[in-house]
């Protein structure tokens, strides 16, 4: 075993191997497995029922980085954004997001994006690299604490909506998402976890093909290819048709209807043109529609629409029997909002 190879990297078997090979007992590998994922140690130490002279050698054989919390900002509406420095003195932002009966976990999978969206703040950032599973679980395992700590309420979503594209980091979600949901790891349904993409086609169908449990969100934001991507670069190589047929293949296997989210924008997507085309797009896969509200990022080719054009979509989708609500954004004086996280 390379000497500083990180400890979370290892399966519960790779564990065990690990014990037996340094001759100690087998069951060691299932303690320190347990300590990792289902009590969240944060450090060897603390792994109170293995022999000292056993934390020892792992201190030596291993590594653990750990992840801080640099800053907290509290919103007047009581959301929290984390700004997350990670080992390496990366940032990223993940976001706890309270209402009556929830606490919902908005997590970051990337440091920074590589897309380009125009109306994203995540955007200006150039992507330096992807986060390990264990960084994705200990933004979870955080807002898990804080939602006790702050509300006396545990977590109880999680939404893949904070910065970078998760299905670009792929490997890395899922494995994350298995500990999460892991008995042995959060135990969170994955019923209760949304991933949501720019709508990468090969992506989607590989998540159906492989049978996932989660649910899936793709930001729309224009049914009208010449507008998306005059917003949304990634649309020239991934087409409204392509993403189309990928989400309908995903319905076929999954049985599991998507979101499409959607933000409506004064002059760009508010026309009955621009109406017409996304109640087209929802007649062709069991879906439901967000209509987000535009957070500002200083962009003057980008204003909130008129509520009567919020109407409009709503009444539309309703006419074709698709429901579609209206999200008020949380966070927003604290720049935690959807398409807010700069690590401002």
């Keep these: 075993m390379p000497s500083g190879k990180d400890i979370r990297s290892l399966s519960r078997e790779n ?66 954004k984390n700004a997350v420095q990670l080992h390496d003195g990366l940032v990223v932002e993940s976001v706890l997001i309270p209402t009556e009966k929830r606490i919902t976990a908005c997590v970051s999978s990337q440091v920074g994006c590589s897309l380009n969206c125009a109306f994203c703040a995540t955007a200006k950032l150039k992507r330096m690299r992807n986060l390990e599973p264990h960084e994705i679980f200990d933004q979870v395992v955080t807002i898990h604490r804080q939602g006790l700590e702050e509300f006396g309420r545990p977590l109880t979503n999680i939404v893949f909506m904070g910065m970078g594209e998760p299905l670009l980091n792929y490997p890395n979600v899922l494995s994350a998402i298995e500990r999460i949901t892991a008995p042995d790891g959060l135990g969170l349904s994955p019923k209760r976890i949304t991933l949501s993409t720019v709508g990468l086609p090969k992506m989607i169908v590989k998540m159906a093909d492989e049978g996932v449990k989660f649910n899936l969100a793709v930001s729309l934001h224009s049914a009208r290819n010449e507008v998306r991507s005059s ?53 062709k896969v069991p879906c439901k529609v967000n209509l987000i509200e535009y957070n500002a990022i200083g962009d003057p080719r980008f204003q909130q629409a008129d509520p009567a054009a919020l109407e409009a979509y709503q009444t539309a989708l309703a006419a074709a029997g698709v429901v579609a609500k209206v999200r008020r954004s949380r966070g927003k004086d604290i720049d935690a909002a959807c398409g807010q996280l700069a690590n401002k």
């Design 231 to 283: 917003m949304m670069p990634i649309n020239e190589v991934s087409p409204i048709e392509e993403v189309v047929a990928a989400v309908q293949h995903w319905y076929r296997l999954t049985k599991r209807r998507i979101t499409f989210e959607y933000v409506v924008w004064k002059g760009i997507n508010d026309s009955p043109e621009d109406i017409a085309a996304l109640v087209k797009v929802c007649k």
């Design 15 to 80: 564990l065990r191997t690990w014990m037996k090979e340094a001759g100690e007992a087998v069951f060691r590998g299932d303690q320190v497995y347990d300590w990792l994922w289902t009590k969240q140690a944060s450090s060897f130490e603390a792994m109170s029922n293995l022999p000292k002279a056993l934390r020892a050698r792992l201190e030596v054989d291993f590594s653990f980085p750990q992840q801080s919390l640099a800053t907290v900002q509290r919103s007047s509406d009581g959301t929290l």
